[in-house]
């Protein structure tokens, strides 16, 4: 069996390079017709899915809507604004001479209690401050002494 180099053979004719191009091609159109056909039906699986959605968020909303307590949330605003404006009714130079005699007092309070309540304070300050003083005293030589056992050993 001998090749004629002038006769193709059987193999070359049927895979040339143009047979092989339009066979990539036409795997190519089949594989964008099935993306797009699968594309399209998610689509329409999705258009009916937001109604569902849409009804179920509704629904919840309305029910949230009803067990809001919506006397209680008006009575409590009104409750405020009562608040507000009888904060607003008191004049207020009432207020400035109240809070000029309230200081007064207060300051003749202090000169009189002044003195033996600053003295009280002062002595259980110094008691507290000697008592810790002794305390810190006491740690520093029990440390002291077990190191020097320490370092004795």
């Known amino acids: 069996m001998e090749i004629n180099p002038q006769q193709p053979s059987w193999w070359k004719l049927r895979f040339s390079f143009k047979n092989a191009t339009i066979l990539v091609c036409f795997f190519n159109l089949i594989t964008a017709l099935f993306l797009l056909q699968a594309f399209l039906s998610a689509i329409k699986l999705s258009r009916d899915q937001p109604d569902a959605e849409m009804r179920y968020i509704m629904e919840a909303e309305e029910m949230r809507r009803a067990m809001e307590p919506l006397e209680l949330i008006k009575r409590i605003r009104e409750i405020q604004q009562e608040a507000y404006t009888k904060i607003e009714m008191v004049p207020q130079k009432v207020s400035k001479q109240t809070a000029a005699l ?14 033996a309540n600053s003295q009280k304070a002062l002595e259980e300050w110094r008691k507290r401050k000697m008592e ?8 520093k030589n029990e440390k002291n ?3 020097t056992s320490q370092t004795i050993s």
């Open 102 to 115: 309230d200081l007064s007092k207060r300051f003749k309070d202090i000169r009189a209690l002044n003195d």
């Open 132 to 139: 810790r003083a002794r305390q810190r005293q006491l740690e």
């Open 145 to 147: 002494e077990t190191f």
